[in-house]
């Protein structure tokens, strides 16, 4: 691509040249489990590079050999997630919770401390709290006030080699935040890399490599696919530490396949478009319903003000406030009626998409969390999770207050 630095323009072409594709403006799928190799020679060095054997000669290209390890369609898509992250590399996965798991499996063994932020996704929280404990992973886990002293203070007192930082910021469902680059300290101090899972900001409001973590994460079903008809999950960062998680991957099979890598390098086309017009959205919602006397309390970042610790935070480490609302209500009874209540506004799990989607954490999304964990961390039975989308605005307004009137 000649013009156009900014990535929301390098998403409209980065990396394809129509005269390799018959002259077709758009990438071509690559459907197929295989690649023909000219003669044996060229398989054998394909597969050298592949498995890590020798290290490349300068300006040698790797070669396709087998979808597991590579596909001509994954690499243009993660060239492209690269450049959003601003980062060296990206990788693409068969969902969130396979990026995730690879770079757990990628940089803890048993007997080694991971470092992590809580409230998780449901899914992480299980694999962290129940899966990695199985594995003898020991676990630190952080709350949004402590300090760096009170971290590096936990980290010593676990004993074992810290394997890995892991922080999600802002928090599904409350939206917490977590210090980035002070986590990063930490765990640079005791050589561990650090991944932040950046699902909820995506890479339009939060780059998190650019304060200090070296891997990132996505649930690309949410709003990097933002369409909920695809599942997928990315890592990006540094080439060196990418390609220990690409090796993993390509042992493990946690790729994504052809098929949903192209419906996502697609969607990665309007990505600053939805994420922009959905944060509008909710915005407005927000000013909208904030005072709504069945609303006990609501959590958006675009309230928090500056002069407070957490309001700094967010100035410090995100370009905008996303479009992720929640809002406690006074008990289950109550969150129930909102939900049922609402119309243009679906109810179902996930986010991120051109719909508006709003849930219940307590008793779907983190319904296998430990009761005691999710009330100390306000994952409380009145909480409900909102996702806005890009409908028209009058039409949500008109269908959250009708639902709130019923509470
Ligand atoms: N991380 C976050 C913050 C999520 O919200 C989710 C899913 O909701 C995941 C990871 C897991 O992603 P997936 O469902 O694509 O496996």
């Keep these: 691509m000649k013009r156009g630095t900014h990535p929301a323009t390098a998403m409209l072409g980065h990396g394809h040249a129509p005269g390799d594709a018959s002259g077709s403006l758009k990438p071509p799928l690559y459907p197929t489990s295989t690649f023909v190799f000219p003669n044996a020679a060229e398989g054998k060095r394909c597969f050298e590079l592949a498995y890590g054997l020798r290290p490349p000669t300068p300006g040698e290209a790797p070669g396709m050999v087998y979808s597991r390890l590579s596909n001509p369609g994954l690499e243009l898509l993660e060239e492209r997630l690269a450049l959003l992250d601003r980062t060296a590399s990206g990788l693409s996965f068969a969902s969130g919770m396979a990026a995730i ?88 101090a005791h050589d561990a890399p650090l991944a932040v899972d950046n699902t909820f900001l995506g890479p339009v409001w939060q780059s998190p490599a650019a304060l200090g973590a070296d891997l990132v994460v996505y649930s690309a079903t949410k709003f990097l696919g933002g369409h909920s008809d695809l599942i997928a999950g990315v890592v990006t960062g540094s080439e060196d530490l990418v390609g220990e998680v690409a090796a993993t991957r390509a042992f493990l099979g946690t790729m994504s396949d052809p098929w949903t890598a192209w419906l996502l390098t697609r969607s990665l086309e309007t990505l600053h478009l939805r994420m922009e017009r959905q944060a509008d959205n909710a915005r407005r919602l927000v000013e909208a319903i904030g005072g709504h006397r069945s609303i006990r309390r609501l959590s958006y970042l675009g309230l928090l003000r500056s002069g407070t ?25 109550a969150a129930y009626r909102f939900l ?14 051109t719909e508006s989607l709003a849930q ?48």
Excluded: K
Aim: hydrophobic share 45%.
């Design 360 to 407: 219940h954490p307590a008793s779907m999304t983190h319904a296998g969390c430990d009761p005691e964990a999710r009330e100390r961390l306000d994952v409380t039975d009145g909480l409900v999770r909102i996702s806005v989308g890009i409908e028209d605005y009058a039409d949500l307004h008109g269908d959250v207050l009708a639902a709130l009137d019923r509470v």
């Design 101 to 188: 798991s690879t770079v757990f499996l990628t940089f803890l063994r048993p007997g080694d401390v991971l470092v992590h932020s809580r409230p998780l996704y449901g899914g992480t929280d299980h694999v962290v709290t129940s899966l990695l404990d199985e594995f003898d992973v020991a676990r630190v886990e952080l709350s949004p006030g402590m300090d760096e002293a009170e971290i590096e203070a936990r980290v010593v007192a676990a004993g074992g080699r810290l394997g890995l930082a892991f922080l999600e910021t802002p928090a599904n469902p409350t939206n917490a935040l977590f210090n980035i680059e002070m986590v990063s300290r930490v765990a640079h």
């Design 309 to 333: 610790p957490e309001g700094d935070l967010f100035t410090r480490q995100c370009r905008g406030p996303g479009s992720m609302i929640s809002v406690w209500f006074a008990d289950e009874g």
């Design 340 to 353: 049922d209540a609402l119309e243009v506004v679906r109810l179902a799990v996930s986010l991120g998409s």
